[in-house]
């Protein structure tokens, strides 16, 4: 890091600094015609750099320590949200969900299948992954939601899963696999309170549009 730079960051502070300017001080680079070219590369888009992964961001020109260092920086903000959003005491609405799993699954290229465990008061037990599949999908057991959903006592769950397309719509197979689990939650009295599409900008919700 440069001392332009760091005298910025002394006086002034990180939000100060620009997006690329965050990016050199994240890799440790001091290379800044490094980190232009790849806000170049990806339209100056932070949100298309953060989907790259360890090989593309090296593709791109990054060293692999720069790489690493920059995926780490960005997997602490992720974390952070999530942190923040789960400390919610209640799940009151659509919105307090997508604030749990959109750091979790907005950026993503692949889809993956979770589930939201919750208690009587709505209150979340814990969370987890129960699939992961490619582009256009992703297999789900509902034996397996059942299963948990017991373990932890649970009397609500929630679904959600990600569109990598950025299509929010649901489709035929996301309906039948709601109906589906949900049919089993009636026979386990685990109640399956809504469930939830995440793209990397927005989400939607069967239960606000009437599908549960």
């Not at 760091?6 to 006086?11: E, F, G, I, M, V």
């Not at 001080?25 to 490094?34: I, L, P, Q, S």
């Not at 799940?91 to 997508?98: E, G, L, M, V, Y």
């Amino acid at each position: 890091m440069n001392k332009e730079l760091t005298y910025k960051l002394d006086q002034r502070g990180f939000d100060s600094l620009s997006d690329s300017e965050l990016v050199q001080v994240a890799t440790g680079t001091n290379d800044m015609d490094k980190v232009r070219k790849l806000f170049e590369k990806f339209n100056n888009n932070l949100r298309d750099i953060a989907k790259l992964s360890l090989s593309e961001l090296t593709q791109a020109g990054l060293t692999k320590r720069e790489a690493i260092m920059l995926l780490s920086a960005m997997e602490i903000g992720k974390r952070k949200q999530v942190a923040e959003a789960s400390y919610k005491a209640q799940i009151k609405c659509s919105k307090d969900i997508a604030d749990i799993m959109q750091p979790v699954l907005g950026d993503l290229a692949h889809e993956e299948f979770w589930i939201i465990f919750l208690n009587r008061a709505n209150k979340v037990l814990s969370k987890v992954k129960v699939s992961q599949g490619g582009v256009s999908g992703t297999v789900t057991d509902v034996r397996i939601i059942m299963k948990k959903a017991l373990e932890q006592l649970a009397s609500g769950i929630i679904l959600c899963h990600n569109h990598p397309s950025g299509n929010l719509n649901p489709s035929e197979s996301d309906t039948k696999i709601t109906q589906k689990i949900k049919d089993a939650g009636n026979l386990m009295d685990v109640q399956v309170l809504d469930h939830i599409i995440i793209s990397d900008k927005d989400y939607y919700s069967f239960a606000d549009n009437g599908l549960l």
